[in-house]
């Protein structure tokens, strides 16, 4: 139960002397001035497809629309898969549902084949429009002494297994440089797709354009987008739509296990008294610090690129061991993360509700 | 008819639509509390910081404007949670020590209110007092700022919203993003201390 407010303390709060103070002019000139630019750049349209997206997404309705997508896709898929069906059997041919439905294994056919040898002679059928299950399976007949129509009249549960070639042949792998011109691997999911950047993209058109221009990758990172690459921008970022796991393959899932930030957690694992130096927090490399740089690493992963600027002037999160300094990260202004280690120094985007949550955890170390 | 007054949700919203007159009418709505909270909240050390922090919390606001849903919290809980946030950093930033628990430095055990002091206070004010007794809470009122220097941030935050900004406990827990039971402690030895703190200033010896 809420205890009830103490009179006496409300009654001084309600009379202190800055009840009355007003936020300078300045400052509510700069607030409203941004918040007209943002509106400005504010298409309606896609304000009602993320207010779409957003509202459907609150975990309360998350199950719900969880739920109707995985209807759809079944649905997707079954038609799909009656489709298929369709394809292979012309329409007349189709046999009835429950001819369908067993399979035959080869020791049924061996052992129509034994029903049929034990039975007499029955005179040959005769032949039909259709290859229809109908027919008495002429399995034990030699295969060498069967016509060409013969073999046409064999049902088609019985034809199916001898027919070993899979239905459709294995997709040729694509070589590596279908997937990404001009680059050696696959692209990691984030970069490709990564949208324009829109109102903050003044801030890191410079940046992205230093970049972007670099051809080399640095080995088991994320190379730049070849599109119109916006990291740093929040709002693209969120639009990234990754590649199908299926494209990318087992390099992609090679390349995590090269994440700069694996690569310092393993470090960190190895080293003897790991600790914390921050603006806020001096102390030992507890859970909750470890907590924080996996939310970190899961949040940035994929998308690091190298960095060539110099670190900022701001002190960063320092990580230290016995022998010195490891690795310092600083969350950035524009929305990105930056860490340099061991094994080099390098730049990740970051959403903005990543950010306040990275933030407001630490506020709490 | 009385006109239906259009909600924070509602005016957030429409700003994400590129209202910005919503915008405006959301700043005005709570830009006084807010400001309020925010100057009290970073304190008499650090009140150059204070339009910092009150202006970045509204920049927030307008960058998450279309990532802004209304996922249980209010509008207005949502934003003090921002600018909670952002003192808090800022206390951080200047090498302030900030208690998580906000009640474990307590000192010397179990706080005892002081009966005597207490019971000598005023009857609490009417709504507009005159004469000697607005003088009388005027000067409380500057006691009362003083005191709140004295409490470590987290109990002092959980004060401000709950008796201030008039958030139900609940609200307190959800902007300060802890639990119900943690906020109510945090409220309960906020209010132990500033009585204490007024007590002492407000009987009849002191007045």
Redesign the interface.
Same mark, same amino acid.
């Given at each position: 139960m $809420? *205890?009830p !407010?103490? !009179? @006496? /303390? #409300?009654?001084?709060?309600?009379? &202190? !002397?800055?009840?009355d %103070?007003?936020? !300078?002019a300045a400052?509510?000139d700069?607030? /409203?001035r941004?918040?007209?630019r943002?509106? &400005?750049a %504010? *298409?309606?349209a896609r304000?009602?497809w993320?207010?779409w997206f $957003? &509202?459907w997404s #609150? *975990?309360q309705r998350l199950g719900y629309s969880g739920a109707l997508a995985a209807v759809w896709v079944a649905g997707v898929w079954g038609l799909n898969g009656l489709d298929e069906e369709a394809r292979k059997t012309p329409l007349q041919d189709r046999p009835a549902a429950a001819e369908i439905a067993p399979r035959p294994t080869v020791v049924d056919r061996m052992a129509d084949a034994a029903d049929t040898a034990a039975q007499p002679a029955a005179p040959p059928p005769a032949p039909r429009p259709s290859p229809s299950v109908a027919a008495p399976p002429p399995a034990a007949e030699p295969r060498a002494s069967r016509s060409p129509d013969a073999r046409a009249a064999l049902p088609s549960r019985v034809a199916a297994p001898e027919m070993a070639a899979p239905a459709a042949p294995p997709p040729a792998a694509p070589p590596a440089q279908a997937l990404r011109p001009g680059h050696a691997e696959p692209s990691t999911p984030a970069a490709p797709a990564l949208a324009p950047a829109r109102e903050e993209a003044s801030m890191n058109d410079a940046h992205v354009a230093s970049t972007t221009a670099r051809p080399e990758v640095a080995p088991g990172m994320a190379p730049p987008a070849s599109g119109p690459p916006a990291w740093g921008n929040? $709002?693209a970022v969120r639009q990234a739509a990754p590649l199908p796991s299926s494209v990318l393959g087992a390099t992609t899932l090679s390349k995590v296990s090269l994440d700069p930030m694996s690569m310092l957690l393993r470090r960190l694992d190895g080293s003897a008294h790991p600790r914390w130096a921050t *603006?806020?927090?001096d102390g030992p490399d507890g859970a909750v610090q470890r907590a924080w740089l996996e939310r970190l690493r899961g949040a940035a992963a994929g998308r690091w690129v190298p960095a060539r600027e110099a670190p900022p002037q701001a002190p960063g999160l320092k990580i230290l061991d016995d022998r010195g300094t490891i690795a310092t990260v600083w969350i950035l202004p524009a929305g990105q993360v930056r860490l340099d280690a061991d094994s080099g120094s390098w730049l990740a985007p970051l959403r903005?509700?990543t950010i306040?949550e990275l933030?407001?955890a630490r506020?709490? @170390? | 008819m009385p006109a239906i007054e259009t909600t924070d949700d509602e005016l957030m919203a429409a700003y994400a639509r590129g209202d910005v007159a919503a915008f405006e009418r959301l700043y005005e709505r709570h830009q006084s509390a807010l400001y309020r909270f925010v100057r009290r909240m970073v304190g008499v050390a650090l009140a150059a910081q204070a339009d910092e922090v009150f202006q970045d919390t509204w920049l927030r606001v307008v960058h998450s404007r279309d990532r802004w849903a209304p996922q249980g919290a209010t509008f207005r809980t949502w934003l003090f949670t921002l600018a909670h946030h952002r003192a808090i950093d800022l206390h951080r930033r200047s090498g302030r020590e900030v208690s998580i628990d906000g009640h474990d430095d307590d000192g010397d055990g179990p706080w005892q209110p002081d009966g005597a002091a207490w019971q000598h206070w005023p009857a609490p004010p009417s709504s507009e007092p005159d004469g000697a007794e607005l003088a009388f809470w005027r000067r409380a009122g500057e006691r009362l700022l003083d005191c709140l220097e004295q409490l470590p941030l987290p109990q002092r935050s959980a004060f401000l919203l709950h008796h201030d900004d008039g958030l139900p406990l609940n609200d307190v827990a959800r902007a300060l993003e802890v639990g119900f039971e943690t906020a109510k402690t945090r409220l309960r030895y906020a209010m132990s201390k500033l009585r204490t703190c007024m007590g002492a200033y407000l009987a009849p010896e002191a007045r």
């Open positions: $809420s *205890p !407010p103490d !009179p @006496w /303390l #409300q009654g001084a709060l309600r009379h &202190a !002397p800055d009840r %103070t007003d936020v !300078p400052v509510r700069t607030i /409203l941004e918040a007209r943002h509106a &400005a %504010t *298409p309606a304000g009602r993320r207010r $957003s &509202a #609150q *975990p929040a $709002s *603006p806020g927090y903005e509700a306040d933030e407001s506020a709490r @170390w | -």
